[in-house]
């Protein structure tokens, strides 16, 4: 072999190495996913597709479970977990704590699923009757920015009713017992209290707010790893296909996930769509419409620009 050849072949050798080693830094080892018991990522994660994706690609997935949005973005701001999904008002909160995070991507809009809701016999009809009264309400959660639309929508003020500010279980016990005159609640909590305690729906989001889910990443992570992060926005939209096909077995899932019964879970995913889309000027002005009103009411202490989470990708 003439040493034109042998040097050509080695450099060639070289080259490959060198391109298999760059492809190499390019995939993470492990993949952090904070995950709350009822939201899509649980759904991820119980039919076990994503990890059996990143295994073949020498990819580890860490599930790390978190009690509500809140939390769960803290974990991202801090760097304990790479991804999450959340609702709508969470991200804004995590954003003017100066979280750098971006938004990957989003549900379709589901208005349904979020609702004021009363006792079956309770003389409140309308959200104008609610002038006065004391309503249990996650702080800083979606039905936050829902219940101050409706109250605006129907003439009132955040000033005009009492809010009770508790998580859905303290909630519930205290809506069961006649604590508070309304509740505004989100799936598949709405679902339990409309099948088990009979509530009365006042008011969902139709017409007033769209409600999203939104998938975040660390910008690091994202940046980083933008086509890992990319795959797991296109198992979400293959995930989501399948529980719109097959919502018995996705209620049932989620039914060993949560511990409620899967009937609850079928009357939540009834008016749950599923999928994964990426973010829109048209999404991104909606969520800055939820993060100014917050501000104007006291709730974020800041102005957030929304959209300077928006990742690289969609530049």
Not at 33 to 38: E, F, M, R, T
Not at 186 to 211: C, I, Q
Not at 228 to 246: F, I, P, R, Y
Request: charged residues 20%.
């Amino acid at each position: 072999m003439n040493k034109a050849l042998l040097s050509g072949l080695i450099s060639g050798l070289v080259i490959a190495t060198s391109v298999s080693a760059t492809a190499a830094e390019k995939l993470p080892e492990t993949v952090n996913i904070g995950y709350q018991k009822a939201n899509i990522f649980a759904l991820l994660k119980y039919r076990g597709t994503l990890d059996e994706q990143f295994k073949k690609q020498g990819i580890a997935v860490k599930w790390v479970e978190f009690p509500a949005g809140p939390q769960m973005l803290e974990g991202l701001n801090v760097g304990s977990i790479d991804l999450a999904a959340t609702g709508d008002a969470p991200p804004t909160f995590a954003q003017a704590a100066k979280a750098d995070l971006v938004y990957l991507g989003h549900s379709p809009a589901n208005p349904k699923t979020e609702a004021i809701v009363v006792p079956e016999n309770s003389p409140v009809k309308s959200v104008a009757d609610l002038k006065g009264k004391r309503v249990a309400l996650n702080k800083g959660s979606d039905v936050n920015y829902l219940l101050v639309r409706a109250l605006e929508d129907a003439g009132l003020s955040y000033k005009d009713i009492t809010p009770v500010y508790l998580p859905p279980a303290d909630a519930r016990a205290a809506f069961q017992r006649g604590a508070v005159d309304a509740w505004v609640i989100w799936d598949p909590f709405l679902s339990e209290v409309e099948t088990n305690a009979k509530a009365r729906l006042v008011k969902n989001a139709e017409g007033l707010v769209p409600h999203y889910t939104f998938y975040l990443a660390s910008r690091k992570f994202a940046d980083t790893w933008p086509q890992t992060a990319k795959q797991v926005v296109d198992e979400l939209g293959t995930l989501s296909q399948w529980a719109n096909g097959h919502p018995q077995e996705a209620a049932k899932i989620l039914s060993t996930s949560t511990g409620l019964p899967e009937p609850i879970w079928q009357r939540a995913l009834a008016r749950m769509p599923y999928g994964a889309e990426r973010m829109t000027p048209k999404v991104f002005a909606e969520q800055q419409a939820l993060a100014d009103k917050f501000t104007q009411i006291g709730l974020l202490p800041v102005k957030v620009d929304v959209s300077s989470a928006t990742w690289s990708l969609d530049k």
